[in-house]
């Protein structure tokens, strides 16, 4: 079982960045792909961006290509998002997920697909 715990969220401005974290519980955490998601209020979680396992292999959204960027520290069992030239379009609860595949060096695209889930963090960009 692994639990997975966002932080970092908050209200800024337009263009202004953020780092979220997601800290998780148990080693097999690093061996399984992962990824950030969004929900919007009222619209569906949207995939953000994912990688497999080893991180060699990265997928973002067409939204966010070019101004955010996921990473992981395995020696903390924490993965990040760094979110630059934040949009007001960008405003949602941002939250990470692992799939309970260790060693899969596939990009799971489709949210339905994650086993583990955070609670999330609100990241509100306004002017």
């Known amino acids: 079982q692994v639990q997975l715990v966002e932080s970092g969220g908050g209200l800024v401005q337009p263009g202004a960045s953020l780092r979220l974290s997601c800290a998780a519980s148990?080693?097999?955490?690093?061996?399984?792909?992962v990824a950030w998601s969004r929900q919007a209020p009222g619209k569906e979680r949207d995939f953000v961006v994912g990688?497999?396992?080893?991180?060699?292999?990265?997928r973002y959204a067409d939204s966010v290509k070019g101004r955010f960027a996921i990473s992981r520290d395995n020696a903390k069992n924490t993965l990040y998002l760094q979110m630059n030239s934040l949009k007001p379009e960008d405003t949602a609860v941002y939250s990470c997920?692992?799939?309970?595949?260790?060693?899969?060096?596939?990009?799971?695209?489709?949210?339905?697909?994650?086993?583990?889930w955070g609670q999330g963090t609100q990241v509100t960009v306004s002017s």
């Open positions: 997920a692992a799939v309970d595949r260790p060693y899969n060096v596939l990009v799971y695209l489709d949210v339905e697909d994650y086993d583990y």
């Open positions: 148990g080693r097999a955490f690093n061996y399984y792909p």
């Open positions: 990688q497999d396992y080893t991180g060699s292999n990265i």
